[in-house]
């Protein structure tokens, strides 16, 4: 028997961690300084906020620099950063902390905005649970992934990487291991919630299995 | 002195929020299920707090709180003590002597009796009852809910206030650009508005029709509108000015409409301006609405073609949510809470001139595809993020963190 699938689901609340940006340079000190916890949160909840906008979203450091800095070929090189390429909180920090050092070059100085127009950096804190959706089946797991809220996928399917230290989801995962649906897992793997919005992708998951 | 309030159900908002953000919260409630919560704050009455509190509550008990609020008491020195911090505290300069602070201990040790005891939160809200958290025992979780913006505070007062902040176990702030350094966690919790009060409730076409026909508005041709008090922060000369750099490529209607002005001189002052910067033009209509005219903003809010707040400097800007909501595309100054609610390109425009902001009126003017599209993100932005059962949940999240260790990162639920 495979072991079941339990569907969790998962809510953040934000907050401020102290720590606020002027300028490209104070970002990059910042970003060497922040918790892992407010990287991941600038990097992937956009995805939640801004889910109707699919194609369109930049990761929060990226829309500050396009928007407000007005530093059009950094934002270019920021949104450029694809989060699902990090498995590791502290690769995704020395990326973004090397990606601004070479734009910058040695310059110490660069343009700053005023203190009503910086970049403050916010944490969540997440809460999991179960959202009573239990199955067994590849079956009942197309029905009910079609049912899941957009929190549960984004629990599964952003969030799980980090969690599991591999590039892998939950859903993927599950179904290799447990009921030997290689092939399904692979094509689930492949999809990227920055192409479908968050809130569909429980059918997209649904069609491919 | 405790406020009663009508009932409200949860499920009353599944119509905008879906039932499946309904039952997430419900779910995620359930951990809180028979808690008890004790509100204070200065005034039951006026104010955005207690326009908050009226649904808060009645909604948390919806989903099986013991939710109270009361209202602590002071006499007018007390509340002319806390007017001179509130403008202090947003950067003002009002002189503040020894006796200030001594008639704020003083009120504040004789509404000690207000707390009740054994409750499993206290939810402050404010300054003015912030003090109140020297009298809290051993049991119970202390919140203290900041509705102001702290950022530029006048050391003197944050300095007297402080000690009293740094005894909760947590704050909420509206934005984070509103919060100060403080040892305990700072959540971020922006307000909302409320889809079923006459501010924000469907409306009749024919009823938005009289309403512009009572102001002899010309409902064919395009309307720019901005609804703000006639203050110099929301910069209504400026807005005339993009208007008359755009009128003559694009035929439309300027409405400025807001409060009242009648017992605020500097109101007055600036009414006078904006009167004068309109002069003779017939197609700048300057509504001077009385502080209920929320029908009225309502209606105009539904037959704008574009909505514009120029602010030079904000709050939250519930005004642009208001918007937002009625599926308008807003063009706003780049500051405040209206930084966090246009989403630049997608929702609105982020403006910071005159120029700027003709330049956008005149781009959403000759685009009603693009004007249609970014209505619609403004909607949904606004449906998932600024209306009550997600302000709610951030509530339940902020209670729960409390309750489960402020300082996790994740907190596993069972």
Redesign the interface.
Known sequence: MPAPFLFQ?T??????T?F?ADSARSLQRCLARV?G?SIYYHLHFNIF??H??TS?IINDFARWVW??LGDEPLAEQLAAVDPFEFVKIHDARTRLISLIGDYLGQADYGHAVG????F?????????????QVVSSADQFREEVRKA???SIFYHFVVAPLRLGTKDNDFSSWLSSELGLDKAAARIRALSPYETDLFKLGGKIAELL | MPIELPKKSLDDYARFVGA??I??IR??AK?LHGASIQHINSTAMGGGVAELLGYLIPLMRDLGMDAQWDVMTGNPEFFAVTKSFHNNLHGGADEITPEMYRAFLDTTERNIGLLRSGVDFEAIHDPQPVGLVKARGGKGNWLWRCHIDL??ADLRVWGFLRPFVDRYDAAI?H???Y?K?LSI?????PPAIDPMTEKNAEMEPSEIRSVLDKYQIDPKLPIVLQVSRFDRLKDPVGVIRAFKLVVHSHPCQLILAGGGASDDPEGERVLAEVREAAGTDSRIHILALPPNAHREINALQRGATVVVQKSL?EGFGLVVTEAMWKAKPVIGG???GI?RQI??G?TGY?VHTVEGTAFRIRQLLGNPELREQMGR?AK??VT??FLPPIYL??WV??L??MKHG?R???????
Do not use: C
């Open positions: 689901s809510a953040t609340l934000t907050r401020y102290g606020s918790s916890a906020r801004r109707f906008l369109e928007v407000t203190a009503r127009q910086r403050y950096f916010q944490e969540g804190q997440s809460f999991t649970f179960p959202t009573g809220p957009a929190e | 499946d953000e039952r997430e779910t995620l951990y950022s530029e702030f934005l984070p650009d919060a350094e966690p700072q959540n971020v919790v400097r780049a500051v405040g930084r989403l630049h997608s982020l993100n949904q932005y998932e993020n949940k951030k999240m902020a729960l963190s402020a996790e990162s994740v907190i596993n639920l069972t």
